[in-house]
């Protein structure tokens, strides 16, 4: 069964940078719709950005458009999450989703995603 693995989190002030990765252990991510997804203390699951598998486009929250964007990396069997001009708002656990079969438009939609990675705290101070 697939395992994924985020890194990257960390303490950053307002308007820093932050590169999240998401590896498949012992596993190729190019077949899969990767998804990334966060929620803040006391507030649902978002979904943030996902890169389908399909065509490789990608797709993003509103309130992240221009500030985000994610990549595959096929050779290191990774996905990646620039983000940058970060917000306190932006503080969270972000989660790394993986789905075998393709999403269209309901791709923010956690339930349709079938791996789920351990999380990493990304925590944006003022």
């Known amino acids: 069964q697939l395992q994924l693995v985020e890194s990257g989190g960390g303490l950053v002030q307002y308007g820093g940078s932050l590169r999240l990765s998401c590896s498949g252990s012992?596993?190729?991510?190019?077949?899969?719709?990767i998804g990334w997804f966060r929620q803040a203390p006391g507030k649902e699951r978002e979904g943030v950005s996902c890169?389908?598998?399909?065509?490789?486009?990608?797709d993003y929250a509103d309130s992240v458009k221009g500030r985000f964007t994610m990549s595959r990396d096929n050779a290191k069997s990774t996905v990646y999450l620039q983000m940058n001009s970060l917000k306190p708002e932006d503080t969270g656990v972000y989660y790394c989703?993986?789905?075998?079969?393709?999403?269209?438009?309901?791709?923010?939609?956690?339930?349709?995603?079938?791996?789920w990675g351990q999380g990493t705290q990304v925590t944006v101070s003022s």
């Open positions: 890169i389908h598998s399909s065509d490789g486009s990608t």
């Open positions: 012992g596993f190729a991510l190019d077949p899969y719709t």
């Open positions: 989703a993986a789905r075998g079969r393709e999403l269209g438009s309901a791709w923010s939609a956690a339930r349709w995603y079938n791996y």
